[in-house]
């Protein structure tokens, strides 16, 4: 029998197997996005660092004592975004996509930004992760027109606003 566990991170947890799921996320869902040389050359534990933002939240998503997934968000970094809630950063072990794991990060973690008083929510997404966005517009983002263009690995990408404001849908999550 499966256990799930969709909880905040804390002191007992793993930093190497949170960040680990970082690493095989980028190299999976960036592939041919980002430049290989560039995710062959991410080193093991590159993530823990963010783990300890104190303005960010993570939460994780474990099952059966695994660690699976992995979301961080916070108040919107960006000033003209000021009232939104973002959502930082989102991963999965790419064994665990299409299984409805994400889904059910994605719903909890949606509940938690509702319930810090946050009625609207962005994410940006690399306009070429189409996995990624069709995922999002599945659970109710929206893609914007907005856009900024970011280095990684030497290559200019632009990522993609996606913005959720239904407070209809948002009540589904309370």
């Given at each position: 029998m499966k256990y799930l566990e969709i909880r905040y991170i804390n002191e007992y947890?793993?930093?190497?197997?949170?960040s680990e799921i970082y690493e095989k996320?980028?190299?999976?869902?960036?592939?041919?996005?980002?430049p290989q040389e560039f995710l062959d050359s991410i080193e093991k534990g590159k993530w823990i660092p963010i783990l300890?933002?104190?303005?960010?939240?993570?939460v994780v998503c474990i099952?059966?004592?695994?660690?699976?997934?992995?979301?961080?968000?916070?108040?919107?970094r960006f000033q003209e975004y000021f009232s939104y809630g973002e959502i930082i950063s989102f991963y999965i072990l790419p064994e665990y996509i299409g299984k409805g794991y994400g889904n059910k990060i994605l719903k909890y973690v949606i509940k938690e930004l509702y319930g810090l008083g946050y009625s609207q929510l962005l994410l940006w997404?690399?306009?070429d992760n189409y996995l990624a966005k069709k995922f999002y517009k599945k659970n109710g983002f929206i893609e914007t027109d907005n856009y900024m263009v970011d280095n990684i690995g030497g290559k200019e990408l632009k990522e993609v606003m996606f913005i959720y404001k239904?407070?209809?849908m948002l009540g589904n999550y309370k």
């Open positions: 947890d793993n930093k190497m197997e949170i996320s980028w190299r999976y869902a960036y592939k041919d996005i980002i300890d933002f104190t303005d960010w939240r993570t099952e059966n004592g695994k660690y699976i997934g992995t979301i961080s968000f916070s108040k919107s997404v690399l306009e239904n407070e209809d």
